[in-house]
């Protein structure tokens, strides 16, 4: 697993709870993400637990799953800050996974690109399960396809988080990848 340092590029005028949003939800995404596609074997059966720990009834569900999966993962994967400069444009340089690092830009890229579907989708989904009582199940299982639904729904929330402050300007997650692939061409090419 490559680690560098990657930058999530920052612009505009930043209010605390919006830096908040930013640290809290991208450490979420970054340590689901780290789950699904680039642990470290040992780590299965825990995370395959974490998975099937919690009922997925509300907010703390969600919360606890994330810090659960944030904890597994071993402390040199973790995102960790190199720099911080806030100016217009300024940036947050964190030493992390340059492949879990691209995939939460491009999740976030994805859901910025269609955030208006996304919302009312979403809206749909969520009033159905409310309606149905799905809300309030018991989900503790592995294999229970209400819980994946759950936790895709608390995935896209977090998500739409992040991409509500790329369309407002304010967070760019792709441009350090585009900016790491141009020079690694332009080596590449000399």
Excluded: C
């Amino acid at each position: 697993m490559e680690v560098d340092n990657i930058k999530l590029y920052i612009d505009g005028r930043w209010e605390l709870t919006e830096l908040n949003v930013l640290t809290r939800v991208y450490i979420q995404l970054y340590g689901l993400i780290y789950s699904l596609d680039v642990a470290d074997d040992y780590l299965d059966n825990e995370i395959q637990y974490i998975f099937g720990k919690y009922p997925w009834r509300g907010g703390f569900s969600a919360v606890n799953f994330y810090q659960n999966l944030f904890a597994k993962m071993p402390r040199e994967y973790k995102p960790t800050i190199k720099s911080i400069q806030y100016a217009s444009p300024g940036f947050i340089e964190l030493s992390q996974i340059v492949e879990v690092a691209k995939d939460v830009a491009q999740i976030v890229g994805y859901v910025s690109a269609a955030l208006l579907a996304g919302n009312k989708t979403y809206s749909i989904i969520h009033k159905g399960m409310s309606e149905r009582k799905l809300m309030r199940l018991n989900l503790r299982s592995e294999d229970n396809e209400l819980a994946v639904l759950k936790i895709l729904a608390s995935v896209y929330r977090r998500a739409r988080d992040l991409a509500k402050l790329q369309n407002k300007q304010k967070l760019d997650l792709q441009r350090a990848h585009i900016e790491r692939s141009s020079n690694s061409k332009n080596q590449h090419d000399s």
